[in-house]
């Protein structure tokens, strides 16, 4: 295992020189514009980076077969092992995962990879911005790596919990919510049917993670956020962690490993999924 979650841009561009470089995987994406993402790979990249789609790659269908409901599902394993496979991944790789919009979405193909069971993955602090300023360069060269067969997978090593958990566990479970404040709140929500949150639910913007340069803020810094909230490393292991769609909440549990707070379970569905049931209970304001 990788001793972080995150890695400087002077450490990668080391690694990059290294006999074994490590696989990039640029996961920059918009939720408004589903195929942003993948022209900015296309128009400028990190060299050597394959592009690693949300909505393709990063979840399941919509459908039946997945292990969570919402609009971005998990995908079942072994489909996600094969997309892994072919990006050239094998136990024995080391990976590094960035996005061009603060680590959303870099953060859950980290969480992704080490749900997968691969350990030795990370995400670039400060993304191409800080890749850039440390003297990096983008391309518009497709990555040449060769595939890999399927990764081997195993059992979990990322909990996940249920919506039916969490409905059982309301007034005893520790849910740690990911998005704005004010949808949070119930306000100015646009991207599911129904406003709100569950009930009992703390609130952690997940861009707070971050300092004004764009890189995460001090692990010291992040943990006292995090304890401030009534979580340390005795209970990191009871909370729930928790967005719109299981992507955000994926950088509030990188930020709690990178603060030493370990051990927290993602709801891959969120809220997207328990509000599209009317009878799970919803609540309104802080």
Same mark, same amino acid.
């Given at each position: 295992?990788?001793?972080?979650?995150?890695?400087?841009?002077?450490?990668?561009?080391?690694?990059?020189?290294?006999?074994?470089?490590?696989?990039?995987?640029?996961?920059?994406?918009?939720?408004?514009?589903?195929?942003?993402?993948?022209?900015?790979?296309?128009?400028?990249?990190?060299?050597?980076?394959?592009?690693?789609?949300?909505?393709?790659?990063?979840?399941?269908?919509?459908?039946?077969?997945?292990?969570?409901?919402?609009?971005?599902?998990?995908?079942?394993?072994?489909?996600?092992?094969?997309?892994?496979?072919?990006?050239?991944?094998?136990?024995?790789?080391?990976?590094?995962?960035?996005?061009?919009? &603060? &680590?959303?979405?870099?953060?859950?193909?980290?969480?992704?990879?080490?749900?997968?069971?691969?350990?030795?993955?990370?995400?670039?602090?400060?993304?191409?911005?800080?890749?850039?300023?440390?003297?990096?360069?983008?391309?518009?060269?497709?990555?040449?790596?060769?595939?890999?067969?399927?990764?081997?997978?195993?059992?979990?090593?990322?909990?996940?919990?249920?919506?039916?958990?969490?409905?059982? &566990?309301?007034?005893?479970?520790?849910?740690?919510?990911?998005?704005?404040?004010?949808?949070?709140?119930?306000?100015?929500?646009?991207?599911?049917?129904?406003?709100?949150?569950?009930?009992?639910?703390?609130?952690?913007?997940?861009?707070?993670?971050?300092? %004004?340069?764009?890189?995460?803020?001090?692990?010291?810094?992040?943990?006292? %956020?995090?304890?401030?909230?009534?979580?340390?490393?005795?209970?990191?292991?009871?909370?729930?962690?928790?967005?719109?769609?299981?992507?955000?909440?994926?950088?509030?549990?990188?930020?709690?490993?990178?603060?030493?707070?370990?051990?927290?379970?993602?709801?891959?569905?969120?809220?997207?999924?328990?509000?599209?049931?009317?009878?799970?209970?919803?609540?309104?304001?802080?």
């Amino acid at each position: 295992m990788t001793s972080s979650p995150l890695i400087g841009a002077d450490d990668l561009r080391a690694l990059l020189s290294s006999p074994t470089p490590p696989v990039l995987l640029d996961c920059s994406f918009d939720l408004a514009d589903t195929a942003a993402g993948e022209r900015a790979h296309a128009a400028g990249h990190l060299p050597g980076a394959a592009y690693a789609h949300l909505d393709r790659d990063l979840s399941g269908s919509k459908a039946g077969g997945t292990i969570a409901g919402g609009r971005h599902p998990l995908p079942e394993r072994a489909a996600f092992a094969a997309t892994v496979g072919r990006w050239g991944i094998t136990p024995q790789t080391r990976v590094v995962c960035y996005d061009a919009q &603060g &680590g959303p979405y870099a953060a859950r193909c980290w969480w992704m990879l080490r749900w997968l069971g691969h350990d030795a993955a990370q995400v670039l602090d400060g993304g191409p911005a800080a890749w850039k300023a440390a003297g990096g360069t983008l391309t518009s060269e497709a990555p040449a790596r060769a595939a890999a067969a399927p990764y081997p997978t195993g059992s979990h090593t990322m909990p996940t919990a249920t919506a039916a958990e969490l409905l059982a &566990g309301i007034g005893r479970v520790r849910v740690l919510d990911a998005r704005s404040p004010d949808r949070f709140r119930g306000e100015n929500e646009t991207l599911d049917p129904v406003g709100g949150h569950i009930p009992g639910a703390a609130n952690r913007f997940f861009k707070d993670n971050l300092g %004004a340069d764009g890189r995460w803020r001090p692990a010291a810094e992040l943990r006292a %956020a995090f304890e401030a909230l009534g979580i340390t490393a005795a209970n990191a292991s009871t909370v729930v962690n928790q967005c719109g769609s299981g992507v955000t909440a994926c950088h509030n549990l990188l930020a709690m490993t990178q603060a030493g707070l370990v051990g927290s379970a993602l709801y891959p569905g969120s809220w997207s999924e328990w509000c599209a049931d009317p009878t799970r209970p919803v609540a309104t304001g802080s």
